[in-house]
């Protein structure tokens, strides 16, 4: 049975011991109820992870960090998930199978047909949520390097911002497929735009177009917007050979 995983926001080093900040405490001894001596994983976020022992005293713990292990379970290209804001905990479920999937990173997009609009506040503590759930997936998938997830821009804005790369748009009337698009325009940083549950306007298409995305079909079915774009991944690391 493999160690017990876990994200620290502390910088790591090799031979150290470190006090577990209280959150990681309290979900170690706590919810898993580990026990003293207990042999657990920890990274950073940076890459690499370290085996280390627990050491419970009271309410506080820490770990006795072992040599630097620099293994990596990233995919060999990009892809960026650039996702229509999706209402309820669709979001949630997209972010978590998108770090699974090796996803770099998660653009939310502000869309013009979002259920979903976030502002002030409750912005910031849902960008917050995100990022705890992707800590959360790279934990259990084993990836030691998080994926970065924005705060929602509108798509013109991500246009605006990202610099050139292969960008496919999903859209069940497209005259490409996915295979066709990735054997047409070879590259290693690949964005996928996928619209909210009521689509993409006709602005933001013509947006997308005029910053050179190819429409692309995936198969002769419509996906709802939490299957798309993990699908999507999933298929390109396949076409793609990246295991």
Known sequence: MSSPRFYCPSPLSANQTLPLPDALTHHAVRVLRLKNNTSIVLFDGSGGQYDAILDIDGKQAC?????????????PGT????????????????IEKAVELGVHRIVPIAARRSVLQLSGPRLEKRVQHWEKIVQSASEQCGRNRLAHVTAPVTLAEFFNREPTSLTLLCHPEAPTTLAQAL??????????????EGGWSDEELLTAEKNGATRIAFGPRVLRTETAG?????????????N
């Open 230 to 242: 993990v699908a999507m991944v999933a298929a390109i690391s396949a076409l793609q050979g990246w």
């Open 183 to 196: 054997a047409d325009n070879p590259s290693t940083a690949i964005s996928i735009l996928v619209g909210p």
């Open 63 to 75: 770990a006795h960090l072992g040599d630097k292990n620099p293994v990596e379970r990233e995919l």
């Open 79 to 94: 892809i960026t998930l650039v996702q229509g804001l999706a209402s309820g905990d669709k979001m949630d479920w997209i």
